[in-house]
């Protein structure tokens, strides 16, 4: 199967043998993992990373797991973002209070490793469905992850690695903006460094490429910021 980069986690955890158990295991399952110990790291990472699913402990110092949740959730670019609260709070109110606040998932601690695991890959198969083989549709553009292939109003369209990387991104979430430096960590990943201005040059080779049977260009850009679909 070829995706775009590999699917980012981000673990918020204040204990540091929790945190890198957490890390180890999504590395296992080949997530790539970025990690913040409070709150306001936590705020920042998000920014920068912008995650496909958020590991969040609910007792973080200086800013409590409750209230990152709270402003992830109220902001329209991260409130997609899937949540998973860990708490040692076991009580149904405190998960209602989890939940209620946003968070889209609730674990108690101590966990089973598996079993966050299997919800982890739940949360991104309803945001990154290209990573467990889903066809993906917008208008007269279909994209088959398993077999790379691409087809407008039914004519097969032929793109390079990296314009279908591109595109499967663009594709998962139509309507949003993304950034130059957003689709460098999705499409090529944070460990490669690439010049904003290559997101550019692929981005016209992706239009010239499906509309070469004819049709508009169905990515737009926004200027200043960076490329949307539709």
């Given at each position: 199967?070829?995706?775009?980069?590999?699917?980012?986690v981000l673990v918020?955890?204040?204990?540091?043998?929790?945190?890198?158990?957490?890390?180890?295991?999504?590395?296992?399952?080949?997530?790539?993992?970025?990690?913040?110990?409070?709150?306001?790291?936590?705020?920042?990472?998000?920014?920068?990373?912008?995650?496909?699913?958020?590991?969040?402990?609910?007792?973080?110092?200086?800013?409590?797991?409750?209230?990152?949740?709270?402003?992830?959730?109220?902001?329209?670019?991260?409130?997609?973002?899937?949540?998973?609260?860990?708490?040692?709070?076991?009580?149904?109110?405190?998960?209602?209070?989890?939940?209620?606040?946003?968070?889209?998932?609730?674990?108690?601690?101590?966990?089973?490793?598996?079993?966050?695991?299997?919800?982890?890959?739940?949360?991104?198969?309803?945001?990154?469905?290209?990573?467990?083989?889903?066809?993906?549709?917008?208008?007269?553009?279909?994209?088959?992850?398993?077999?790379?292939?691409?087809?407008?109003?039914?004519?097969?369209?032929?793109?390079?690695?990296?314009?279908?990387?591109?595109?499967?991104?663009?594709?998962?979430?139509?309507?949003?903006?993304?950034?130059?430096?957003?689709?460098?960590?999705?499409?090529?990943?944070?460990?490669?460094?690439?010049?904003?201005?290559?997101?550019?040059?692929?981005?016209?080779?992706?239009?010239?490429?499906?509309?070469?049977?004819?049709?508009?260009?169905?990515?737009r850009t926004v200027?200043?910021?960076?490329?949307?679909?539709?």
């Amino acid at each position: 199967m070829v995706t775009s980069a590999k699917p980012c986690v981000l673990v918020v955890e204040d204990e540091m043998a929790q945190r890198e158990v957490l890390i180890y295991n999504l590395e296992a399952e080949g997530f790539d993992v970025a990690s913040a110990d409070h709150g306001d790291d936590a705020l920042l990472a998000v920014e920068e990373l912008c995650p496909d699913v958020i590991l969040l402990d609910w007792m973080l110092p200086k800013l409590s797991g409750i209230e990152v949740c709270r402003q992830l959730k109220s902001r329209s670019e991260t409130r997609d973002i899937p949540i998973i609260m860990l708490s040692a709070r076991a009580e149904d109110v405190d998960k209602v209070r989890g939940l209620e606040t946003g968070a889209d998932d609730y674990m108690v601690k101590p966990y089973s490793v598996i079993e966050l695991m299997a919800r982890v890959r739940t949360q991104l198969r309803r945001v990154r469905p290209s990573t467990v083989g889903t066809n993906l549709e917008y208008q007269d553009i279909t994209l088959d992850p398993e077999t790379h292939r691409v087809t407008r109003n039914g004519k097969e369209i032929k793109l390079g690695p990296t314009e279908f990387r591109l595109l499967t991104t663009l594709m998962e979430k139509p309507g949003r903006v993304w950034s130059r430096d957003m689709l460098l960590d999705r499409v090529w990943g944070r460990e490669v460094y690439v010049d904003t201005r290559t997101v550019d040059v692929h981005v016209g080779r992706l239009r010239r490429s499906l509309c070469q049977h004819g049709g508009d260009d169905p990515v737009r850009t926004v200027r200043g910021t960076g490329y949307a679909l539709g």
